[in-house]
């Protein structure tokens, strides 16, 4: 008969013994297969060499609209110089017509544009995210109602009805950032609605049916997390679209009004400056061309990342 196997006095019951690898539960499991899933679209993102540069780029904007005022304490009220003064040293911009600072009023302007196209982004991520989720788990009669109805908003002339609105509300830039927001969400929630339609007839959403979970905790637990990748490209190019339908809209005087600026008001004040005092003008509009480029570039690099199928890194 064989022996019975010699215990070790010095090895603790109930653990591996040495030089066994120790048996992971399923939860340590998940945890480490996710630990390397976020890793791998880390390392694939910075592999992207053109995501890499816009995301500096884009930090780069965000420090001087933000971290701009600590370092240039001009006040962008200022109206003690005289108008059109050409750049120096007091003045690295020059002054606009009333003799306000450029550069202060350029990092003021750069911020709130940010901020508005951040706001518009998150805005229009949650209700797009939230109405196409429900509209392809619940299908039916919700799916109905919210796809007409998601139909109805996209055939709205979007621009002409969110210039009535601001110039009707105000011309804050809150008030145009949740504006923009709400005719912003639609592209969206088609999107999501689709996959939500493909990930709800997957094993794991019958499980959690099976086992009485709620709408919400299967929408907001189990689906939302499987369509990462795609909410957050969509809400990266979201931020692309707001810079650039803000800009536009303040350019032709409907968007952002004074006391408060942005980057699009700056151009539309000094358009008529492009010949004789050019600084003015491009100083605005190469901030909202950067913007815009490195967030479509950014974009482009998270699709890539989050894309279990790209083998290869553009260059």
Known sequence: MPSDPVLNPLQPTGLPAAGTAPVATAGEFDATKARKQSTLIVRRFFRHRLAVVALVVFLLICAFGFLGP???TVSVED???????PPSG????GTIQTGKDMLAQLIRGTRLSVQIALVVAI???VVGVTFGALAGYLRGAVDSVISRFTDLMLIIPQVAVAAILVRALSGSWYTVAFILAAFAWMSIARITRGETLS???REFIEAARASGAKTHWIIFRHLVPNMIGTITVNTTLAVATAVLSE????????GVQPPDTSLGLIINENYSQITNRPWLFWGPFVIVVLLSLAVNFIGDGLRDAFDPRQT????
């Not at 007091?90 to 911009?93: G, I, K, Q, T, Y």
């Open 312 to 315: 290869k890194v553009r260059a």
């Open 247 to 254: 800009a536009a809209l303040s350019f032709i005087g409907l």
């Open 123 to 125: 805005g229009s991520t």
């Open 79 to 85: 109206t003690s110089s005289r108008g059109y003064l």
């Open 90 to 93: 007091a003045h690295p911009l």
């Open 199 to 201: 990930l709800s007839q």
């Open 70 to 72: 600590l370092f240039w």
